[in-house]
């Protein structure tokens, strides 16, 4: 079985999964037929390790292609390290959690839960971007809640933990002081 979120079906096929749900319907139906070799590839392959390579073969291309044209910097960032996450999990010997966060860690220097604490960090980060008007009306609770935050006293004492500053002075000196230049930078051309 594979499945797609709602639009990610949308941005890969033009298909709005609202049209079927709740039904059974044969995918050769449903799906563009560009699909229906891999399909039946998928079908008549002798086991799972080999489904699987096929669906990334197939899948991996025009999931990157769809990217690149419509995804956003911050989602980019999130699939990226849902993506070694899963290649990390699926590589080498040992598939418990344990190798997997030291495989992770060994790969990249983090372990798997403090890069994806700092993908929430930058995503609130642009968050605040894109509500700066030049005023102090930036609504903290609203960029805590959309960069996936418990609260907004979750999202402080994640930045400060990061940082050093709050959110809110953090953002002061990325437009005042000249030595938050790299902040300033990273905000060039929005989300």
């Not at 960032?77 to 992770?104: N, P, T, Y």
């Not at 860690?105 to 929430?120: D, S, T, V, Y």
């Not at 805590?144 to 004492?157: E, K, L, N, P, T």
Request: proline fraction near 5%; hydrophobic fraction near 40%.
């Amino acid at each position: 079985m594979l499945n797609f979120r709602p639009e990610a079906l949308r941005r890969l096929t033009g298909l709005d999964a609202s049209q079927w749900m709740d039904q059974w319907v044969d995918a050769h139906e449903v799906l563009p037929p560009s699909w229906h070799d891999f399909l039946q590839q998928v079908l008549l392959a002798s086991d799972d390790p080999t489904r699987m390579m096929l669906i990334e073969q197939f899948i991996r291309p025009l999931w990157r292609a769809e990217q690149t044209q419509s995804v956003t910097r911050i989602e980019r960032i999130h699939d990226w390290c849902e993506d070694l996450a899963r290649r990390a999990a699926l590589s080498g010997k040992g598939r418990s959690a344990r190798q997997f966060e030291r495989r992770f860690k060994q790969w990249l220097g983090l372990p798997h839960r403090e890069l994806f604490a700092m993908g929430r960090a930058e995503r609130a980060f642009f968050e605040a971007l894109a509500q700066d008007t030049g005023q102090e009306d930036i609504d903290w609770p609203d960029v805590a809640a959309s960069a996936g935050y418990a609260d907004q006293s979750h999202m402080i004492r994640h930045a400060r933990r990061i940082t050093g500053f709050t959110p809110a002075a953090l953002f002061k000196r990325v437009k005042a002081d000249p030595s938050f230049w790299t902040y300033r930078l990273w905000g060039i051309g929005g989300v």
